[in-house]
């Protein structure tokens, strides 16, 4: 059964960074598609950056510059977003997903997700 499993939320002050990891256990399989969402309170769950196999990548536009998502070279099966420059705005649990499938597939429907983390930012 795949885990996803979420780690280094907390909080920080405005123009601050943070970095959160996804680690991935009980996958069979290669998981094309991995993405970072999150969820402001009161707020619709959205989609913060997507990545898919080839190295392709879609960035929400209000974390452009700021954000980065990669893999770690060390583990494989960790998955990074690290956070700069964090504004109030950024504050909400943020979830890793993946999926299988590529992300033309996957996109609004992936298979696994992670229990979040909580990111604060204050002003």
């Known amino acids: 059964q795949v885990q996803l499993v979420e780690s280094g939320g907390g909080s920080v002050k405005a123009g601050g960074s943070l970095r959160l990891s996804c680690t991935a256990s009980?996958?069979?399989?290669?998981?094309?598609?991995l993405g970072w969402f999150r969820q402001a309170p009161g707020k619709e769950r959205e989609e913060v950056i997507i990545s898919d196999r080839d190295g392709s990548a879609t960035i929400v536009e209000s974390v452009k510059g700021r954000f980065t998502s990669s893999k770690d070279n060390r583990k494989s099966n960790t998955l990074s977003l690290q956070m700069n420059s964090l504004k109030p705005d950024d504050t909400g649990i943020y979830y890793c997903a993946a999926d299988r499938r590529r992300c033309a597939q996957a996109r609004g429907r992936f298979n696994y997700w992670g229990q979040g983390t909580q990111v604060t930012v204050a002003s």
């Open positions: 009980g996958v069979p399989y290669v998981l094309q598609c």
